[in-house]
């Protein structure tokens, strides 16, 4: 049974037993008219897709594997903050599911004791320089055991950090309120004025020094925490602020 407090968000929800991915078919749903808030969601995948093109782990019953399906009158430049939004909902709608306090690694991943525990994935469907729909793509590692040897460093499970298994069906309905809390504050202004703050609290990082790479080459700064724009905005050490835009750039602590 549901208690999902919603107005649109996963009114209708397409489940899999088992799918490619479920990006692949929020897309298709989204190609065929299916309505803002459309939820695709998978016991299992068997090509979950990471970004970057990595692939993303999947395996049955022990993950939250879900995408929404997004109708937003906003402008495409606007859409990659969606997945910003979408890092806060699910910090939170973790917390208030099982009491677990995550962080956001900028711009849209959560990491418990510094590994991951969620990644997003947010794909857009264009038409005449226009949004036609947006899809965000959550993974959640809840109750897995044991990762792969060469995950083992970086990726872990709400279970291995703490012990105790989760219902992920509470965690999916938590996500979905938060992110229709959320998304109604960040299309009024279509920036992340009204949530910055909010999400610099949960930034991890916040106030230390990180190490920058992107294509340019590799540097160290200061995180002083996210633009109204989605930007992360670090201070080098000569005392110049500059803001890193999100896209082949990878952000870690030192
Ligand atoms: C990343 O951190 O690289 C993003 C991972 C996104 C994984 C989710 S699982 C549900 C949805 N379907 C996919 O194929 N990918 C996303």
Redesign the pocket.
Known sequence: ESSLKTRWAGKEIHYFDRTD????QARLAGEAGASHGTLAV?EI?D??????G?N?I?PAGV?V???LLLRPEISPVSASMLTLVMALAAQKGIKEATGIESQIKWP??LVLNKK?IC???TEMGTEFMEIKYVVI???INVNQEEFPEELRKTATSLYLETGKKYHRSRIIERILEALEEYYGIFVKTEDMSALLEEYNEKLVNQGQEVCVLDPKGEYRGLCQGITKTGGLLVELSDGTVTEVISGEVSVRGV
């Not at 991915?21 to 692949?24: G, P």
């Open positions: 991915s479920t990006n692949i998978a995948q090509g979950g897709r990471g970004r970057r990595r993303w999947s993950g594997w879900m995408s849209n991943d991951k990644g997003i994935l793509g959550t993974g």
